[in-house]
């Protein structure tokens, strides 16, 4: 069974950084597409950044520039640098691979961006 484990958000303020990271277990995640995907209250769950197993990275126009992925397949992990963090990027973050796999939704990790 896998398991997909969010951790790192926190409450920052406009304009700052927070890094999230995402552990895999049961499975080999390297051989997957890696994505981060935001659900903003009361919205959808969206992608915002994927990654290949090779590391090529494409990312939503809304975080293009502010937000950096990145994976450790040796540690069957990703992560989620963030920073100029904005209001709009107040929710909760997913990893999961891309496309997602519905059963492998984690619980998330909220960011909240707020002053």
């Known amino acids: 069974q896998v398991q997909l484990v969010e951790s790192g958000g926190g409450l920052v303020q406009p304009g700052g950084s927070l890094r999230l990271s995402c552990a895999a277990s049961?499975?080999?995640?390297?051989?997957?597409?890696m994505g981060w995907y935001h659900q903003a209250p009361g919205k959808q769950r969206e992608l915002v950044a994927d990654i290949t197993s090779d590391g090529t990275t494409t990312y939503a126009d809304s975080v293009k520039g502010r937000f950096t992925i990145s994976r450790d397949n040796a540690k069957n992990s990703g992560y989620l640098q963030m920073s100029s963090l904005e209001p709009e990027d107040t929710g909760v973050y997913y990893c999961?691979?891309?496309?997602?796999?519905?059963?492998?939704w984690g619980q998330g990790t909220q960011v909240t961006v707020s002053s």
């Open positions: 999961n691979t891309y496309p997602p796999r519905n059963l492998w």
């Open positions: 049961g499975s080999d995640f390297s051989l997957y597409t």
